[in-house]
């Protein structure tokens, strides 16, 4: 077995199975999103072996570390074998310590080829924060009032070549008050930027990347300082489509849900709406009539957007368009033909 650092890793060792040996908890709030968990300990056993290392000494740490994961050795490497059976892997931990080296050595044992990642998962952080500081992104900021489609946009946009960043399924939010609806419990605040970091790293820097206008907060999940200013600092192009085809969109995207989560979201929101229009809304659930309920929410949504613009995004940068036919192929084709006439630039900050 050898050491490779993070970066190194990330060029070279593609072909490589990637183990986290940090406990699932560790694990759960934040990873490199390829690595597997193959646990040294659980939860419970990583909290008794770090009250033994403080409480008594290392020795003892290690015995009862030792107690815990030598009775399952077995059971590592038959693992191990199931997710690699190319036998070629890397191992990290925390730091690139005790955990990634024990499991490495293990595995090296079997018949493995293993390399551990120096410094571990700490590292990759720093590496993460460090990426968001410095690395320079050709983004053009997608625009528009809510039910303007622009994240459906976004992927006609990728599948005409187009590079795309899309934050929301990113965040597991859709970045609005309805924005939980259908979607899966939000990444840590930690793994977002993981993610985000990971498919940044998979983009060509030389080619524009498109991205939709994103206030910094997307649920409970922000935009890292780096990359926000960028968001800000980029130019914007704004969408502007029928309020019917906004109605159209909101209706399709939002009518698939319970009516009792819509009711309780529209609940949540009474001292914007006002007692009016809240009721006039939760009737109009009740009878089916999802036209209207989409028509008191983007009064709701209009009025935010009045109020946020020129704040969420301040960039000076800026171009309107108006969709000439209205659906997403077509929106995103005109879009693309846009952006090179304009010879739009983007700005780095």
């Not at 770090?50 to 000494?57: E, L, M, R």
């Not at 609806?181 to 790293?201: D, M, V």
């Not at 800000?232 to 909101?250: F, G, H, K, M, T």
């Not at 800026?318 to 995103?332: D, K, L, N, R, S």
Request: hydrophobic share 40%; aromatic share 10%; proline share 3%.
């Amino acid at each position: 077995m050898k050491s490779i650092s993070v970066s190194d890793y990330f060029q070279k060792a593609k072909d490589r199975v990637l183990f986290d040996a940090r406990s699932p908890a560790e694990y759960a709030k934040g990873h490199i999103p390829e690595a597997i968990n193959l646990p040294l300990f659980s939860d419970e056993e990583r909290a008794v072996v770090g009250t033994i290392y403080k409480q008594t000494s290392r020795e003892a740490a290690l015995i009862k570390g030792l107690d815990f994961a030598g009775a399952r050795m077995s059971s590592y490497v038959t693992e191990a074998i199931r997710l690699a059976p190319s036998r070629r892997v890397a191992v990290h931990c925390w730091r690139g310590g005790k955990r990634s080296g024990s499991l490495a050595w293990l595995l090296s044992f079997a018949g493995f080829d293993v390399q551990v990642l120096r410094g571990g998962y700490k590292v990759y952080r720093q590496l993460v924060r460090a990426t968001f500081a410095r690395q320079q992104l050709p983004l053009i900021v997608l625009g528009g009032k809510t039910g303007s489609g622009k994240t459906v946009v976004l992927h006609e946009l990728q599948k005409l070549g187009e590079q795309i960043l899309d934050l929301e399924s990113l965040a597991h939010h859709k970045g609005s008050a309805f924005g939980s609806l259908g979607e899966q419990a939000q990444p840590s605040i930690e793994h977002f930027e993981n993610t985000l970091y990971a498919t940044i790293r998979g983009l060509d820097l030389g080619r524009r990347i498109w991205v939709e206008s994103e206030s910094r907060l997307i649920g409970k999940v922000y935009l890292p300082d780096g990359f926000w200013q960028q968001h800000e600092a980029a130019p914007i192009v704004c969408l502007q489509v029928s309020d019917d085809y906004r109605l159209q969109r909101l209706v399709q995207d939002y009518a698939q849900y319970p009516k009792t989560e819509l009711a309780a979201i529209f609940q949540g929101l009474k001292k914007r709406l006002g007692g009016q229009h809240l009721q006039t809304a939760l009737e109009a659930l009740a009878r089916d009539d999802f036209k209207e309920a989409a028509q008191v929410a983007l009064r709701y949504y209009d009025k935010a957007y009045l109020r946020s613009r020129g704040k969420v995004h301040p960039s000076d940068v800026a171009y309107t368009i108006q969709a000439a036919i209205e659906t997403p192929q077509a929106i995103a084709q005109q879009l693309i033909a846009f952006a090179n006439e304009q010879h739009i630039q983007t700005h780095t900050v």
